[in-house]
């Protein structure tokens, strides 16, 4: 990662941790489908 760029676009970062954030959801939802009820 190049956090040396004082000039970084921040709010494209945000904007991909958002996105990050959201696959990582859905992805733990998918996993986690038929699962949820058994464990909790």
């Known amino acids: 990662m190049l956090l040396l760029q004082s000039q970084y676009d921040y709010e494209e970062v945000e904007?991909?941790?958002?996105?990050l954030m959201e696959l990582y959801e859905s992805i733990n939802k998918l996993h986690r489908t038929?699962?949820?009820d058994e464990n909790e």
Do not use: V
Request: net charge neutral.
């Open 15 to 19: 904007i991909r941790l958002n996105e």
């Open 34 to 36: 038929g699962k949820d």
